[in-house]
Structure formats: structure tokens, C-alpha cells
């Protein structure tokens, strides 16, 4: 919130809402790719304690200032998880939790790739794999040369590891020392056709982000006091990037979703979506 | 040294250099490319110049988080590095996010004439200009390169300014307007030849020949690729005058391309023939006079192939 020209950061909620809160933006999740009848569900589901504790602990951001100069940023490179980022974006304020039904309708300001140019608080337009780290970069030298304090978070998919500028990228931020930038790898082992081993293995994972000059950290996605002490980890690391990957579970929280790959990019039907909302109840 | 006598390269980044001084959100990023322009930059503005390395679409896609974070950038290149290589990055995180971003390439045409098909630059403004919002500018003369420089800094969007290896004579005063997107260079009542870059004084010696001949040749500089000046196109090149179209490019897309579209759309009726590189790669590795002769873009061979299409 702002008073008169004084900006107001987001107050952190206490660690015992956390998983509350993921609860809601799961429901949030599953009825707005229902209602639009088509969508991510999976990846957007396995990375919703990461952003929930983006948004709701860790960053600094103000959701009635969406280009606060000091905002901390978040860029969701996994542009298909955008119905997370929406969720995330509506529960903390940046627009009414009611707009989420419009999720893929025509004129709506949520489109099935997060568009920077319509949606309060999305930083960079994506959906096309293997970006978002880059732009994270550039966000990161900026924060350096205007002498800003403000943090760069970047969630990248296990199956978009396969891309290669992630590689360039990486290369980058650990050439640049960027110790203002985490990279989140939503491990869920699961890519739109199948398994990352079947597909395209990309293990060992952490060992190639350390081998890239990262400090690697390896957690589980959905366990908050690991996600939260992996963070403050990271804010002492001086000098090089910090590479956060998180195990998780595609389509978690909801029984019949978790670890199957058709709802990747499936919506739930009816019946399918009252089952998840009772689960998540 | 006079503006006449250094590189279009060394042109433009003494005028960006300039401007740079004045506004350090100006941001010159290479993908490990070096020239002694460039020196000044990076000691000078130490802050402002990042070599970004060999990975031309990371180099894109940081230019836009620097975009987005309040600095203006140019991102250089050889020109199918810093365009085709990235084409995707360029698309969506400079066209689809409107950021002001400058993409310059060096090596128009077959300025890399003895590099082969990796380095020649044939389709790069075919492709950079169909797409929403770019700029593109192919300048023709050091005057031109040095506006350019200042009018990317000042407009903002995306835009592409390509620039030649070669030195060529001035065509232009200081301080031209340049925001026409194309000139009349000469009169000539009874066809007219509309070129771009290298090929406008390539034209200016076909005019030459041409008027051995009896045929009185208009030329036009197309030096702004998109968004296209379509009236003063049509008012300048004259009704029912034929119209030859002249570049190094592929035929398919380039200036031919752009010019037969305005036609198209505007029912224009006069005949059109469009020189250039007829769907092919280039294999030769010679001198660029060799490789226009191989191409039938000597000055010989367009006079002749002129002549006898206007039969």
C-alpha cells in the first residue's frame, strides 16, 4: 500500500499461514484452469509453495505498485505455471481474486502466458522456454548500476533445463557475480511427453549448476522450512548466484494429478475438479 | 578523421559514444566483438559496456531485464548473429514487450564476402522487418549511420540498424532529416531504381551506364526498412514508371518484397523487376566485386539485365 508518496511493503505473514495460504492458491489454481478449460496444471501446481513463499514472506514488493523502483522481483520463467503466478499475484492483492475466472477469455488481462504488457505485476512476458533466467540477468546487472538493493527470483522448469540459453545464462550470472539472483529449478522430473529421464535427462542436475559456478542447494519444493532457509542461505552468499533445486511433485496436492504427466497441459472436468476441491478443502 | 573516412561501424559508435557520455542509461552490450570504436566505450564508460560473450540470445533476453530496469541498450554483432541466431529472443522480448532495445549488426549484405553463407547477411532484414513494432534502418552513408545513432537513442521501441564493412562516399548533408524513411537521390524521367545500403551508389554508376543509353534513371534510397513510407514511395516513384528494385539481399522478402507490397496494396500498374540474390547460399569466398559478378550485381550485368528487361 502506499501513504501519500511512502510506499508500504507487503507485511510478511506469519510462517504458520504459509501452508494456508498454498492451500488457497492450489484451489485457486484448479478452478481457474476448470472454469477456462484448458491450462497447466501440473507445473503449476508443484511450484506453489515456492511462490507462495515469494510472495508472502520473502519478497519485498507493494501489489497497489506494481513498478516499485525497490521491488524485489520475480520472474517466472516457466511461463506455462502462470496460473500460479496469478493466483500468487491476486491472493497478495496486485487485482481481485474474482479476475482469476477470466483466465484465457477473451479481453481478459489473464492470458494463458503471463503478458507483462496487461497484468500488474508480471515482470517479463513468457511462456516460450529457457528465457527467464537471461532476463533475470539483465534485472540483476541493472539492480548493481542504479544501485539498487532489490532481489532477483527466477523459477525455471526441471524440463526446461533442456533449453540452452538457461546454460548461457547461467554461465552469466555466475560470470557477472551476481549474488543479488536465485534461481528456483521446479524439479518435478516430469516434461510435457514424459519423464526428464525418458525425454531428456538432465540429471545431475545440482552437480551442473554448481558446475557452473552456482551455490546449489537442494530441497524439497514443498516443505516451507526448507524453501525458507534455503533463502536466507542464499542471502548471505556473497559473489556468485544461488541455484535453489527444489524436488517436487507435478500436479501435488491434488491425488489424482501428482506424478502424471497428462496433466501437464490438461484441465480437470467437472467431476475431476470437485474431487481436487474437496481434497483441498 | 572525417566522418567520410572511417567505417559505418566507427560512425555509429562515435555518435553513440557521444550520446553515451551525456546519459548513463545508455548500455552497449557485444557478443565478443572488439573494434577500436569500442575501445573508448569500455574505458571510458567502464559501466556501460558489457561484453556479453559468445551467446547472442542470452545477450537479447539480458538486454530486455536491462530494458525493463531503465536503461536503453544496443546489443552488436555480426548482422545473422545478433538477428537470425536470435530471432525468437528478438521477437519476444523486445517486439512483444516494446523495449528499447537497438539490435546493430555489422556486415550487411555480403560485406563478409569472404566468410561465406555463416557471415553473409541475406535474409536478416527480410525477417527483422516483417515483425510488429521494429524498426529497421540499412543506412547507405556515415551522415545517415551518425542520425541513426541519435534517433534509436531517442525513440523508443525496438529497432535494427544494419551497418556495412565499407567505406562509401557521402550522400547526404549534415543534419538531414532522416526520419522520411526514404529519398529521392536523383531525378530520372524515365524509370526508377529504389536501393538500399551498399547498392545505392551501386546504382548511382548503373545510372551512369544506363544514360549511355538514353534511359534517364531515377534513384531512391529505401533506407528504413520498416515501418515503410508508403505514400512518399508511391508519389516518389513516379506513375507508370518502371520500377527496378536493387539489393544484395534474397529476393524473397527484401526490398523487392517491401516494394511490390506497397504496389500491390495501392494498385499500383507499373512494371517491377527485383535485382538481388536469387534464392540461393553463396559458397564463393572471393573479393565482393567477385561475388557480385558470380551474382549478376556487377554494374555491368544490372545495366545489361536493365536494357533488356525494359526491351
Redesign the interface.
Known sequence: MTIGDQIIPFSPVPDTELSAIAKQLRRDIVTMISTAGSGHPGGSLSAVEIITALYFKIMRHCPSEPGWIERDRFILSKGHAAPALYAALAESGYFPVSELATLRKLGSRLQGHA???ATPGV???S??LG?GL??????????G??NKKYRVYVLIGGGECNE??VW??A??AY?FKLDNMVAFIDHNELQLDGTNHDIMNIEPLGEKWSAFGWHTIEIDGHNFNEILSSLEEAKNIKGQPTAIVAHTIKGKGISYMENKVEFHGKAPNPEETKKALQELA | MKIADISMRDAFFDALYDIARQDDRV?LLTGDFGAPSLDKFRTDLS?QY?N??V?E??M????????????IVYIYSIAPFVTLRCF??IK??LC???LHVTAVGVGAGYSYSTSGPTHHATEDAAVMRILPGMTVYNPSDNIMVAAFAGMSYRDPGPKYIRLDREKFPLRYEEKHDFSDGLALLKRGKDMTIIASGMMVHQAFKVTEELLKHSIDAAIVDLYRLSPVNDNLLLQVMGKNKPVVTLAEDLVAGGIGSIVAEVMADNGCQSRLKRLGTENQYVFQYASRECLHSHLGLDVASITTGILRWLQ
Open positions: 503478458d507483462r504488457t515482470e517479463m512476458s511462456g516460450s528465457q537471461s532476463f533475470g540477468v539483465g534485472t540483476a546487472l541493472a539492480a548500476l542504479n540452452g540459453q548461457e545464462a554461465m552469466s560470470h | 548500455m559501466r558489457i556479453a560473450g551467446a540470445q542470452n537479447v533476453t539480458i538486454a530486455a531485464g536491462l530494458a525493463l530496469s531503465g536503461k525468437e529472443q519476444l522480448d512483444c514487450m516494446k
